[in-house]
């Protein structure tokens, strides 16, 4: 049972420092030194404030909770805009989106959607 738990745990953490990576590949390689100071505070502020990224659903799949999104600059993660997989929080956000339909939506800093909206 301890050891379990402990495997359970060391996964998670792999799957933590997975999506860490997988966020830093994206392109916030500039100005670390600097900024480093005042990432704390602009952290939190962030997480408060949840900012809104225009998109259009490219492909969608309500089973995986996967959504492929043309996007546009993703402010909170300093990301261009491109076209690329997000992950729903959960998978029932998806429901009602269909491919082709614009969106509105945000993500956290491990790219996956909080919250995702069709736009009118
Ligand atoms: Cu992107």
Redesign the pocket.
């Given at each position: 049972m301890k050891n379990q738990l402990i495997k359970i745990a060391s996964i998670f953490a792999l799957s933590i420092s997975t999506s860490v990576f997988a966020g830093g590949d994206?392109g916030v390689h500039s100005s670390k030194a600097g900024e480093q100071k005042s990432m704390e505070g602009m952290q939190m502020k962030q997480s408060e404030t949840m900012e809104m990224t225009q998109g259009e659903v490219k492909k969608i799949d309500p089973k995986t909770g996967k959504v492929t999104l043309k996007?546009g600059e993703?402010k909170n993660?300093q990301?261009?805009?491109?076209?690329?997989v997000f992950s729903a929080k959960e998978a029932a956000q998806l429901e009602g989106l269909n491919k082709g339909d614009n969106v509105l939506f945000a993500v956290d800093q491990n790219?996956n959607i909080t919250h995702i909206e069709k736009k009118q």
């Open positions: 994206h996007h993703i993660l990301m261009p805009p491109m076209t690329m790219m």
